[in-house]
């Protein structure tokens, strides 16, 4: 087994360091430019494309060699058994593949954590990204394998299993802790080297039962479930048109909604009310274009990204794959018009602002609640142990904790608390409010919408009747009255969607107003056509797992509009697989059992798991019966139409054994002594 995994090193070093010079190229030239979330960088493409090629590769030209049936005699004929000689393959392909994946990105850490080369702080969990890419690369080499060795047509599911590569990559793209993509990724591989062992042991039949044959099912039903989708995406190809609306705050208050049509080419903008009533003295006017910029307002959006569900949660509030569980960027760190020669960021385990000189890249100082420090000495104050709110999406001025806020001015070099709060009502987000030259700060509590000038001073009060958790808020200040305009909406589109509420204040926190506003339509012309085929491709098995929300915005579809036809299709769709299926175990020659198994089994598959059927069954030849002339399975002993039994074949002679019914009733053997 040792000399197994020796050779295999040998033969195979040379793709290893074709694939390791590859990277190293292309992390040195990203590394030239040294930005500051450097190794974050390197987790995005060109490389999540080249680890899955180098996995492909390494699992192919491991595996092409042995194609030919006298190469495989000559691997597979040894004094050892055939588990060793796979696992000895295996661990000397994923050994060279880690490396010559890993090692450049592994170069670039020790090069990044170098102080002076980077203008930011560097931690050790910076590396976990690209360690999830270099590992997730062998399930792309067990799928290699399996499509390499397994005898079945190109056309049909020999390509299928790569869909199981992809659809790890996917979930892993979208884990929100380093754990989660490890458990991802060992799923990926226990499948996957269990499909390849059922190629590698049978010399590519694949026909082995049990754990290897349902990961092969698997990796084929996962392939089949990822080239449905790409139909239903493809559908965008038909689509001559797309109509999308939105709201805009006009400068005296009024909130009209923007209807964008796009079709042939064409774009046209109409301003309506809320309820669709055009309004001309809009006529002509686009939101989107700057020189009617100044006739609209913004609105500043709070959200509580704490709690949100997966996978806002990853956008909103970061993960283990982006700087922010660690390390925050502070974009606006100082008044507007002032150009700071320092980048600052926000080190959540020191609970310190930490600042580096744009051109020698080196620590200048930190910055806490006590003001400056130079390198090297420790700062006397640190921040609350609370991790910063929406420090993601927020890039204002303010720093915010559940119990204190602070404005940042770190062109003077200090921070100053604006705004503190008790602990039953603790701060959920803050944000700065236009305009830029005289900002003031809009502050979020359990209960209330607090309202600051730059320097802290209260400015108004409001009641706050949302959870910023499920909805979402947006102030603006209109600079005729200094009314404050709140408006609330679902963070998140839901069937059941309430109509979003528009409240308006005056400056001494009363309501002046409160306006219902319509639900929003958007979307092109295909979503119809491609929420009937989604119905068609999603197994009905894991409707428990659906979210309307997340798939309408993923593929651009409307099942929560359209539900009854989304669920009518999956319901045709299911009974269709399950009546092919019944009918395919007929023509494949499976018995009562496994014919209901598999009927069943599509029935909650849906018609992805007639690929699996295809492609862990194989076909049967057939020939005419003698008898009734029907056609006959070749390994059955009986006829299905007319039971009769196989007919032994014609004696001309060159038999070497004498039928068994030509013996004499009375014919004895003797025993051999």
């Known amino acids: 087994m040792i000399a197994i995994f020796l050779k295999e090193l040998r033969e195979n070093a040379r793709w290893a360091a074709l694939i390791f010079g590859a990277f190293l190229v292309v992390v040195y030239f990203q590394v030239r430019s040294a930005p500051a979330y450097l190794m974050f960088e390197l987790a995005q493409p060109p490389q999540t494309v080249f680890a899955p090629l180098a996995g492909l590769l390494m699992g192919l030209v491991q595996s092409l060699f042995e194609t030919r049936p006298d190469n495989w005699a000559f691997v597979v004929h040894r004094p050892v058994p055939l588990w060793r000689i796979f696992i000895a393959k295996c661990t000397a392909g994923l050994l060279l593949l880690y490396v010559s994946v890993e090692l450049p990105f592994l170069l670039a850490a020790l090069w990044a954590a170098q102080p002076g080369h980077l203008a930011a702080p560097f931690q050790a969990r910076m590396i976990l990204p690209t360690l999830a890419i270099a590992l997730n690369a062998g399930v792309y080499y067990f799928v290699a394998i399996v499509i390499t060795l397994r005898r079945s047509r190109w056309f049909g599911t020999r390509v299928l299993p790569l869909g199981l590569a992809l659809a790890s990559s996917i979930a892993i793209a979208y884990a ?348 092109g012309s295909a979503r119809l056509p491609r929420t009937a085929a989604f119905g068609f491709v999603y197994p009905p098995g894991a409707l428990p797992l659906y979210r309307s929300w997340l798939m309408d915005f993923m593929f651009d579809l409307n099942t929560q509009r359209y539900a009854h036809l989304f669920h009518g299709c999956l319901l045709a769709a299911s009974l269709l697989a399950a009546l092919l299926t019944l009918g395919l175990s007929r023509r494949y020659g499976l018995n009562t059992g496994k014919s209901l198994a598999w009927t069943l089994g599509n029935l909650l598959l849906g018609p992805a798991g007639i690929a699996a059927f295809v492609g862990l069954n194989e076909l049967p030849a057939r020939e005419p019966c003698p008898a009734c002339r029907g056609r006959r399975i070749s390994t059955k002993l009986h006829c299905p139409h007319c039971g009769a039994a196989l007919p032994p074949p014609a004696q001309d002679g060159r038999e070497i054994f004498e039928p068994a019914e030509t013996l004499s009733q009375d014919f004895e053997l003797e025993p051999v002594v």
């Open 176 to 523: 929100t802790e380093f754990w989660q993509a490890m458990l991802i990724s060992l799923a990926g591989h226990a499948l996957g080297a269990m499909a390849a062992w059922d190629a590698f042991s049978t010399g590519g039949a694949a026909d082995r039962r049990g754990a290897p044959a349902f990961a092969l099912g698997a990796a084929i039903y996962t392939g089949a479930i990822g080239l449905g989708c790409g139909l239903v995406a493809s559908l965008g190809i038909f689509q001559n048109g797309a109509r999308w609306t939105q709201y805009r705050m006009a400068r005296d208050g009024q909130m009209v909604r923007v209807t964008t049509t796009l079709e042939h080419g064409e774009r046209n903008c109409v301003i309506t009310d809320p309820q669709g009533r055009v309004l001309p003295e809009y006529e002509g006017i686009d939101p989107t274009d700057p020189a009617s910029a100044s006739r609209f307002l913004t609105f500043d959006s709070l959200i509580d990204t704490r709690n949100q569900p997966w996978p806002a949660s990853e956008e909103m509030h970061g993960s283990y794959s982006n700087s922010v569980p660690g390390v925050g960027r502070l974009s606006a760190v100082a008044k507007p018009g002032v150009r700071m020669r320092a980048l600052c960021y926000y080190f959540m385990h020191r609970r310190i602002i930490e600042m580096y000189d744009v051109t020698t890249r080196v620590l200048i100082g930190t910055v806490g609640p006590a003001g400056f420090a130079p390198p090297g000495v420790a700062p006397s104050v640190l921040f609350p142990p609370d991790e910063p709110l929406n420090l993601r999406i927020s890039g204002g001025h303010t720093l915010a904790f559940p119990t204190i806020v602070y404005w940042l001015e770190l062109d003077q070099r200090r921070v100053r608390p604006v705004f503190n709060t008790t602990a039953d009502d603790p701060v959920t987000c803050a944000r700065d409010l236009p305009p830029q030259t005289s900002p003031s700060i809009v502050i979020a509590t359990r209960s209330h919408i607090h309202l600051l000038a730059s320097s802290g001073q209260p400015l108004t009060t409001i009641p706050l009747d949302y959870d910023l958790t499920q909805t979402g808020v947006g102030v603006v200040l209109l600079p005729a009255n200094q009314h404050v305009m709140v408006w609330a909406g679902q963070i998140l589109p839901c069937a059941d969607e309430p109509a979003s509420e528009l409240c308006e204040y005056a400056a001494d926190g009363t309501l002046v107003r409160r306006q219902q506003l319509p639900p929003l339509e958007e979307g």
